[in-house]
């Protein structure tokens, strides 16, 4: 059966990169491309490429693949990695007591939209799990206080770390990482915020849309980074209102935004389909 992988390249722009790497690939390993895409920053002088692509070759293996590509990606100073898709991601999926976006997650991964596997879910309230149980994924309640925080958090660590997660989801998890928790899983931690950042910051941001009578809201999903909502977004949308919307309104038409653009972020992260730069993300199609 023919193995499918994907390779994320990103590195300083020049002639011949193109060729380069589809000349490696269809040389070395006799690749069926099935996917490419490239971007260019112009004003960083920056390129960056995915390629999706299968092969029957016997020799390729994760191993050989980068023992071959290394002096190419050497002599074009390339970030690069190989993902394969026949290999489930471990994600976990932290909440605090607004389900709506973890019961989306969840339905969308039974009904097989998400390729990964939802090895548990973490919460700082107890509302989460009956829903966990009905889904059939492992529950953790770790309550938090401000005295209790770094032994949660280390508890929590070594929760991921037993799991082996590759992906933590923050699905309206009221609670701010230390820069520890942040460190440990870099661009690998993907938290949605409710409103069209970087307006509204905080806690209550529909209440101050509210108070500022705004024409549109939105939600906003991003890579957690040190900096409170301020990491590298990766998708956004947003919805008219008006007058005639009070706040209760306001609130359930943000919910259906922020379930879209955290469910959206998980599967182009899923899919290998971002890179991030300069506290920036280009997303492939």
């Known amino acids: 059966m ?3 992988a994907t390779l994320l390249v990103d590195c300083p722009d020049r002639k011949g990169l193109v060729f380069a790497i589809v000349d490696f690939l269809v040389r070395r390993y006799d690749v069926n491309i099935l996917h490419a895409d490239q971007h260019q920053d112009a004003e960083l002088g920056l390129f960056f490429m995915r390629v999706e692509f299968s092969t029957e070759a016997p020799n ?19 970030n690069w990695r190989i993902e394969f898709a026949a290999a489930k991601q471990n994600v976990a999926i932290f909440v605090s007591q607004y389900l709506h976006c973890l019961a989306d997650l969840l339905h969308r991964h039974q009904t097989g939209e998400f390729h990964a596997n939802v090895a548990l879910i973490v919460s700082n309230h107890e509302s989460a799990r009956p829903l966990a149980e009905f889904y ?10 401000a005295t209790t925080r770094p032994e949660v958090e280390a508890a929590q660590l070594a929760l991921l770390s037993a799991h082996t997660i590759d992906l933590v989801i923050l699905a309206r998890y009221m609670q701010i990482l230390s820069p520890k928790f942040v460190e440990t899983y870099p661009r690998r931690i993907i938290n949605v915020h409710h409103s ?13 849309a509210y108070a500022r009578g705004v024409k549109l809201i ?12 301020e990491g590298p977004i990766i998708e956004q949308d947003v919805a008219r209102i008006s007058q005639n919307d009070q706040l209760p309104s306001l609130i359930q038409k943000g919910r259906d935004l922020e379930r879209m653009v955290l469910s959206r972020a998980v599967q182009w992260h899923l899919d290998h389909r971002i890179l991030s730069y300069a506290n920036k993300t280009v997303i492939f199609a």
Not at 196 to 208: D, N, S, V
């Open 60 to 78: 390729f293996t994760q191993t050989s693949f980068e023992e071959t590509f290394a002096p190419i990606a050497e002599q074009f100073a390339m």
């Open 136 to 145: 059939g994924i492992p529950f953790h309640h770790t309550p938090m206080t």
């Open 2 to 4: 023919p193995t499918t």
């Open 218 to 229: 939105g939600a906003t999903s991003h890579y957690v980074t040190e900096a409170l909502d």
């Open 196 to 208: 069209f950042l970087p307006a509204f910051t905080g806690a209550k941001p529909y209440h101050a």
